[in-house]
């Protein structure tokens, strides 16, 4: 049994000027564009299975606007739909993905061109692929890069470790691919900034396809809660050197990674709903920089006109209640990747992997749609954004009620268990 992989780019950067999504302050609209933002492709057979995984550099999509694009990728590629795992990298500086709010306006346009251009790459990624030889996962850190932003006096949290993951497809006569697994929100650079740019994913995707000789993929790991060091900026000299810095560490892993099994390649999905519906008792000042941010945005009346759009909504019931919570799940050979629709804590992709022995575990956010944050226990204890504010901006009843992470950890730990031993 033989693994073949092809990868393939394609630019997703909207004509024309356009609002920006991921801050509520941010003057809309964008000025230009500073840095292409790209889709990334991967496609895989192992003559048995074939599957898709593919990055966008936007902050997100809804469920239903993720389904579509998927569609559209599986046929191009001559993939089962259900085997196509899609995100975003979250980064708050390209343009607006999905509604929002009031931070921008959303144009549905937009939908029909990235599905077009994610279908072309699907589509070049499949003429691309050649047998893999090698897989090479390593792993390294780089705590320094990064901070925890939310409940920081919870015990045990004070300091972010800052770990990753790399690994290598090595292809014959074609060039390498390399996925790094990395947690941390894309925003180095903050609200000031408006010009479309991918943050660090995307030219740390550059030098990582430049230090390698090959291509590269962005897998966006659990970074609902860490921050950027530094964060907030507006110079790209910044947003070059953090992925610099990066990069580097991930070669370094590279060149000592373990060669790992490659097949077989298999591909699993799950739906299962969860329930949004908790409101908090009270609400609270922030302590970190979304509520600081909200406070400056106050002044424009965008928090408030979105508070009283969602009260308004709330109280004719127009609320979604329920979602699919979409899963995706990749194995390839000794690693497994599980795509889930949600912007997801540390700890959970900590929790996944110590509960998924024999394989590198990679939990990736906003895979197959978002809705919304996926709060962890000390969420709801401390009360933090992510519980208090964040479902108004997604239009959702309220959080997700508390039990919702443990019981979709337990869901995705089992798919997996069945993917190794199938």
């Not at 204890?381 to 950890?409: I, S």
Request: net charge positive; with cysteine; charged share 25%.
């Amino acid at each position: 049994m033989t693994l073949k992989a092809g990868f393939a780019r394609v630019d997703i950067t909207a004509h024309g000027k356009c609002d920006m999504d991921g801050f509520v302050a941010r003057k809309q609209p964008s000025l230009g564009v500073a840095m292409p933002v790209s889709g990334r492709v991967l496609v895989m057979s192992d003559g048995r299975t074939r599957a898709v995984v593919g990055v966008c550099d936007l902050l997100g999509l809804s469920l239903a606007d993720s389904v579509r694009v998927e569609s559209a990728m599986a046929k191009a590629a001559g993939v089962p739909v259900r085997n196509v795992l899609l995100a975003c990298t979250h980064t708050h500086s390209g343009p607006m993905s999905m509604y929002l709010g009031t931070v921008g306006r959303f144009d549905p346009g937009y939908i029909d061109f990235l599905l077009k251009r994610m279908a072309r790459a699907a589509a070049a990624a499949r003429r691309d692929m050649a047998p893999v030889t090698e897989l090479r996962i390593g792993s390294g850190a780089v705590p320094e890069r990064g901070h925890f932003r939310c409940a920081v006096n919870e015990p045990g949290r004070q300091k972010w470790p800052g770990e990753f993951t790399v690994a290598s497809l090595v292809r014959r006569d074609a060039p390498p691919i390399v996925m790094i697994h990395y947690g941390v929100h894309p925003y180095v650079l903050g609200p000031r900034n408006r010009w479309i740019h991918p943050d660090y994913p995307g030219p740390l995707c550059e030098e990582l396809a430049r230090r390698t000789g090959g291509e590269a993929l962005f897998l966006p790991g659990c970074g609902a809660d860490v921050e950027a060091t530094p964060a907030w900026g507006k110079s790209f000299a910044v947003v070059k050197q953090y992925a610099r810095d990066v990069a580097a560490a991930a070669g370094k892993a590279l060149r000592s990674a373990r060669v790992a099994d490659c097949t077989p390649l298999r591909a699993a999905f799950a739906a299962p709903p969860v329930r949004f519906g908790f409101l908090p008792p009270r609400v609270r000042k922030e302590d970190n920089a979304e509520g600081a941010l909200a406070s400056l945005a106050r002044a424009a009346g965008k928090v408030e006109r979105n508070v009283m759009e969602w009260q308004e909504a709330f109280k004719r019931g127009r609320l979604p209640e329920t979602d699919p919570f979409r899963m995706h799940l990749v194995r390839i050979g000794s690693l497994i990747m599980a795509g889930l629709p949600a912007e997801l804590f540390h700890d959970t992709g900590v929790d996944l992997s110590a509960a998924v022995r024999g394989t590198a575990m990679l939990t990736v956010s906003h895979a197959g749609g978002d809705v919304g944050y996926l709060p962890r226990r000390f969420a709801y204890k401390h009360l933090t954004y992510e519980v208090t504010d964040a479902f108004q901006w997604y239009r959702t009843a309220g959080a997700l009620v508390p039990a919702t992470e443990p019981a979709v950890r337990k869901v995705v730990a089992a798919e997996a268990r069945k993917l190794i031993s199938a």
